[in-house]
């Protein structure tokens, strides 16, 4: 069984980045194997599912009165890789697939 998943995050500055100047620098770590959730509940932007590990990088900064500007690096690779079999009577091998992915999000509410 490969049920196994956790995640950790930590955050620096500002809680709300809505304003003028404010900001929050954060750190994120995923570890989750295959079976540990369900696929529809998968993050889009960390490989689009399970049986991957990696962790985010990210600033937000506050641009002005309910807009601001997210900048983020996510890297992810998969922690059993993606089984192909290499002719009939050879092992099958296991090659990782893994993702590097920057990020720039501009946000606004009102």
């Known amino acids: 069984e490969r049920t196994e998943g956790y995640g950790l995050e ?3 500055g500002h809680a709300d980045v809505r304003s003028t100047g404010r900001w929050r620098a954060f750190f994120m770590y995923r570890y989750l194997q295959r079976d540990a959730a369900l696929d529809a ?6 490989r689009l599912g399970t049986d991957v590990k990696g962790y985010s990088l990210g600033l937000d900064l506050g641009l002005y009165k ?13 922690i059993d890789g993606t089984l192909f079999a290499v002719g009939a009577s050879q092992f099958p091998i296991r090659f990782p697939y893994g993702t590097d992915v920057v990020q ?7």
């Open 66 to 78: 309910g807009t601001w500007m997210r900048l983020r690096y996510v890297t992810v690779d998969e």
């Open 41 to 46: 509940f998968a993050d889009s932007n960390f």
């Open 10 to 12: 930590l955050s620096l």
């Open 104 to 110: 720039l999000d501009v946000n606004a509410s009102f």
